[in-house]
C-alpha cells in the first residue's frame, strides 16, 4: 500500500538525481560497510578469485571470538584493517592480510536486556567513517571507537524508554554527518523507532517513530504520525506499544540523499486485538524514506497493510538500477518476510514489481495498481479459528543477506517456503511490561501433523479440515539458496540447504561465484549462472552469516563470521556443526593457497540425566501444574531443555544449581552470564513452583533416559521445534 503526504511528494517530484552520489556497483578492495557497496548488494568487482582456481582456496588465518552464541555480521575492510562485531556489541580489529589482532572492544551491558531479546544476543555488524568505529550493543548505547586503538571517543544511550522491552541487534548506518540506528522488541511492549546521532559527538539529532502514541498523551510528533493515527483504532492497546521495531535493513541511499527503513512487526500479532477496529496500522511492516538531515519521512510503502502474521519489512535491502517500463530507475529490490519480492522506485517507493518467490496463501497477490495485497481471509484470518498460514512467521526470508549480481541481474539469497499453524490464544491478556506480549500461538508445518495429537479432538479435527492441511502434509518445508529474476519473481536456480533451519547469507563476485555457508559448518561455492557446485570447505563451525571478500597487498581474501544463534536459538538441529562439535565462535580468513581449517573436537556422547533431588514438602501435581505454565510463560523461549542447547538444558541441573535456583531466578546470581533476575514478576513462590515442574521434568528425563540406555536407543529423539532462527 502506497499513501503519500501531498506536499511532500510534490516537494519531492520536484526534485532530481543531478549531482547526487552515483552508486558503486560492486565492492572493490576494500569492503566499506557490512553490504559491501554504497547498494549494500554484497558484490564484489574482485577477479583474483574464479572458477578456474576456486578449488586451492584454504584457510588464511582465524580468530577465536571467546563466545558461543549467533554470529549474523559481514566484516568490513578499511586501510588494511578488518573491523567486525560479534556477541552483544563486541568489536573486533584485525590486520587483514596476517590475522594480527589490534584491538578488542566488550561493552558493559546490562544483562538485564536478554528479558527482551526475542532472537539471540547477536549483533549484525560495524560502520566505520571520520576515523571511528561505530557499534551498538544489545542494551541499546551506541559507541564510537578510534579506529586504531579501540578506545571510546564517545557514547550515547539511544533508547527512548528503558523501563520497556526495547533492545538492538542492528548495525548503525552513516548517512552524512549522522549515525543511523534501529530498536528491536515488537514481540514486547515497544513503539518502534530509528535514532540518528551526530557522527562527531553522539548528541541527538533526530528520532522517528514506527508507530502513533495514545492520543490522549496530546498530539503526534511528527505531522507523518498525524497521518498515520488515522488507520489506527483510537482505542488500539497504546500501552502494549504497537510494535514496529526497525532492527535491520537500513541503508542511506547516495543517489537521492534518503535513508530507507525498514519497519517490524505489529504487536500484539492479531490486529484485532492489537487495533480492535482494524487499519492499516501505518507505518507498520513498511518501507519509508526519510531526510537524514531532518529525520522527516519523505514517502513510504506499506508491504503488509495491518499485519497479522509477524510479517517485518526489516529484511535488507539492495539499491541498483534496473531498465523497468522504458525507464532505466534507480531501484529497492526488497524482499520481506510476507513472501513476495518487490521492486521499487528509490526516489518515490512507486510499485513497480511484486512478485511471490514462496507459497503465499495470506494473499492472492498484489494489485499493481494500487500496490496493496489481495487478502485471501478465509486462508488466513485465524481470529475466527486455527489457520495454516504460508509462509510462517520466519519469512520467507529474513536477516540473512542476499546478494545482486548485476552480470547477471540475479538476485541471490536463501529462500524458506514453509507455513505454520496459528491461532489466538483465548481471553484478553494483561499487558506484561517488557514481557512477550505477541499473544498468538504457532506451530510450524513441519510439526503440525506430530503436534495436533496434544490438543483437544474438536480442535485438531478444524485443522485438518483446512485446506492448507494437505499442503502442509504434502510439502511441510523447504529451504534454499535461489538465483531469482527480480523481476518475474522466477528461480533460475535452487539448491537445497540441510533443514529449514539451514540458511546464510550470500557473497557474489565478478568472476561468476556465488558463496554462502551453512549451520552444518561447510563454506560452498556455486557458479552464479547455473548453481554448479564448484568447492565445499567444511570448517566444523555453523555459518549462518555473509561472507565477504576484500584484496591487501594483491592478495583477494574471503571472510566469514561463524557461529549458530539467532531466532529460536536453543534449538540446535541435530544436523548442525554445533549439535556434534559445539558452537565456539570463530572468524574465518580464506585465500587461494591456505591451509585445512582446524576442526574443533567432536563433541562427548550424551549422558543420561542427573538425579533429580526430591520435591520439597507440600509440593502437589497442582504445584508442578503452575510451574509449568510459568516456565512456558516466561522462561521457554530461551531454555529449550533440548539435547546441545546453547543455552543451559535445566532438565540436567546438578546438585549446586538446585540449591541455588531461587538465588539465580529471583536475585540475578547469573546475570553476569546473561541470565537476568525475575524477582519483579515472579514471587518466591512462583520460583518455586517453577523448580518444582523442572524437577519433575528432570526425574521423567532421566527414567526415560535411562530407559532407551537400557534398549540401546539413542538419548536424543526428534523433538517438536518451536521457534526458527530468525
Known amino acids: 500500500m502506497r499513501q503519500f503526504l501531498a506536499s511532500l511528494f510534490l516537494g519531492l517530484a520536484a526534485c532530481s538525481l543531478g549531482g547526487a552520489t552515483a552508486l558503486t556497483e560492486g565492492a572493490g578492495r576494500e569492503w566499506t560497510s557490512p553490504g559491501g557497496d554504497s547498494g549494500k548488494t554484497h558484490h564484489s568487482r574482485l577477479t583474483a578469485i574464479n572458477a578456474q582456481n576456486v578449488g586451492q582456496l584454504g584457510l588464511a588465518w582465524s580468530a577465536e571470538l571467546d563466545t558461543f552464541r549467533g554470529q549474523e555480521a559481514t566484516p568490513v575492510v578499511v586501510d588494511g584493517v578488518l573491523y567486525t562485531s560479534g556477541t552483544a556489541g563486541r568489536a573486533y580489529a584485525f590486520d587483514a592480510a596476517t590475522g594480527k589482532p589490534l584491538w578488542r572492544f566488550e561493552p558493559e551491558v546490562d544483562m538485564q536486556v536478554n528479558r527482551t531479546v526475542c532472537c539471540d544476543m547477536v549483533n549484525r555488524g560495524v560502520a566505520v567513517a571520520r576515523g571511528k568505529v561505530f557499534v551498538a550493543s544489545l542494551d541499546g548505547w551506541m559507541y ?15 533508547i527512548e524508554n528503558r523501563a520497556k522491552g ?8 552513516v548517512a552524512g554527518d549522522v549515525v543511523v540506528i534501529g530498536m528491536g522488541g515488537a514481540e514486547y511492549d515497544v513503539r518502534g523507532y530509528v535514532t540518528a546521532l551526530d557522527l562527531d559527538t553522539g548528541k541527538l539529532r533526530w528520532r522517528w517513530h514506527v508507530v502513533p502514541r495514545d492520543p490522549k498523551l496530546g498530539p503526534q510528533e511528527t505531522p507523518e504520525l498525524e497521518a498515520a493515527l488515522k488507520t489506527w483504532d483510537p482505542n488500539s492497546r497504546w500501552d502494549i506499544g504497537g510494535g514496529g521495531s526497525p532492527w535491520d535493513a537500513i541503508n542511506y541511499d547516495p543517489e537521492t540523499g534518503l535513508v530507507l527503513v525498514g519497519t517490524g512487526n505489529g504487536g500484539p500479532y492479531a490486529t484485532s486485538k492489537r487495533s480492535p477496529s482494524g487499519g492499516d496500522n501505518l507505518y507498520l511492516a513498511s518501507l519509508v524514506a526519510l531526510d537524514p538531515k531532518t529525520g522527516r519521512m519523505k514517502w513510504h510503502y506499506q508491504e503488509t497493510p495491518g499485519d497479522n502474521w509477524d510479517f517485518t519489512a526489516t529484511q535488507p535491502m539492495i539499491f541498483t538500477r534496473m531498465d523497468i517500463d522504458g525507464e532505466n ?32 496463501n495470506w494473499a492472492k497477490g498484489i494489485d499493481p495498481a494500487s500496490g496493496r495485497p489481495i487478502l485471501d481471509p478465509e486462508a488466513a484470518d485465524y481470529t475466527t479459528g486455527p489457520k495454516i498460514v504460508f509462509p510462517a512467521t520466519t519469512g520467507a526470508r529474513n536477516w540473512h543477506p542476499a546478494s545482486y549480481d548485476p552480470a547477471t541481474g540475479l538476485y541471490i539469497g536463501a529462500v524458506l517456503d514453509m507455513g505454520n499453524l496459528i491461532f489466538m490464544t483465548p481471553g484478553a491478556k494483561p499487558l506484561k511490561a517488557r514481557g512477550l506480549n505477541n499473544d498468538a500461538a504457532l506451530i510450524f508445518t513441519p510439526d503440525v501433523k506430530e503436534a495436533l495429537a496434544g490438543f483437544p479432538p474438536e480442535f485438531g479435527d478444524a485443522v485438518r479440515k483446512l485446506p492448507a492441511y494437505q499442503e502442509a502434509l504434502r510439502q ?109 565462535n570463530r572468524l574465518l580468513v580464506f585465500r587461494l593457497g591456505g591451509g585445512k581449517v582446524p576442526m574443533p573436537d567432536l563433541l562427548p556422547p550424551l549422558e543420561v540425566a542427573p538425579e533429580a533431588p526430591a520435591q520439597a514438602p507440600g509440593v502437589t501435581a497442582a ?30 541441573m546438578q546438585p549446586g544449581t538446585h540449591e541455588a535456583f531461587r538465588q539465580i531466578v529471583l536475585e540475578g546470581l547469573l546475570t553476569p552470564n546473561g541470565m537476568p533476575r525475575w524477582d519483579d514478576i515472579l514471587s518466591p513462590g512462583d520460583a518455586d513452583a517453577i523448580h518444582a515442574y523442572l524437577i519433575d521434568l528432570q526425574a521423567k528425563t532421566r527414567a526415560d533416559e535411562q530407559a532407551k540406555q537400557k534398549a540401546g536407543k539413542p538419548l536424543d529423539g526428534p523433538s517438536l521445534t518451536i521457534l526458527s532462527n530468525y
Request: charged share 20%; proline share 6%; with cysteine.
Open 144 to 158: 564510537a571507537l578510534d579506529a586504531r586503538t579501540g578506545a571510546v571517543a564517545w557514547k550515547s544511550d539511544f
Open 166 to 173: 526495547d533492545n538492538s541487534t542492528g548495525a548503525p548506518e
Open 329 to 360: 530507475r534507480p531501484v529497492v529490490l526488497h524482499a520481506p518476510k510476507n513472501g513476495y519480492l518487490y521492486i521499487l522506485d528509490r526516489r518515490d517507493g512507486k510499485l513497480l514489481r511484486a512478485n511471490p518467490i514462496v507459497r503465499t
Open 476 to 584: 511441510p518445508a523447504t529451504t534454499q539458496i535461489r538465483a531469482i529474476d527480480p523481476l518475474t519473481g522466477k528461480t533460475v536456480w535452487s539448491a537445497d540447504t540441510a533443514g529449514w533451519q539451514d540458511r546464510g547469507g550470500v557473497l557474489t563476485t565478478a568472476t561468476g561465484l556465488t558463496i554462502y555457508g551453512g549451520v552444518t559448518g561447510k563454506l560452498f561455492v556455486r557458479e552464479t549462472r547455473t548453481g554448479k557446485l564448484l568447492k565445499e570447505i567444511d570448517t566444523g563451525t555453523p555459518i549462518m552469516a555473509a561472507p565477504m571478500t576484500y584484496e591487501v597487498g594483491g592478495v583477494q581474501y574471503v571472510a566469514v563470521m561463524a557461529g549458530w544463534g539467532g531466532g529460536g536459538y536453543p534449538f540446535v538441529p541435530r544436523y548442525s556443526a554445533a549439535y556434534t562439535r559445539g558452537n565456539m
Open 623 to 652: 504445584t508442578i501444574a503452575r510451574g509449568q505454565g510459568l516456565f512456558f510463560g516466561n522462561c521457554a523461549i530461551c531454555h529449550a531443555n533440548q539435547p546441545r542447547s546453547i543455552t543451559p538444558d535445566l532438565r540436567r
